[in-house]
């Protein structure tokens, strides 16, 4: 699975980073998410699939 941000619609609120802080990090500085690893590792997909189902803009884009 791959992982991105649309920065268009992320809205900064660092829910990604806390539903899993493995794969997104956050940048304080410009109040954005920030994808660590493009490339999902099998066990953290269900995490970051919910961190996507989360995600209140939609802004987190998964793919394969």
Do not use: W
């Amino acid at each position: 699975m791959k992982v991105r941000i649309d920065y268009d619609l992320c809205m900064g609120d660092g829910n990604c980073h806390k539903v899993c802080p493995e794969i997104f990090d956050y940048d304080d500085d410009q109040m954005i998410g920030i994808v660590r690893e493009e490339t999902v590792p099998a066990e953290h997909e269900e995490s970051v699939k919910r961190a996507a189902d989360e995600c209140a803009p939609g802004a987190i884009v998964l793919g394969k």
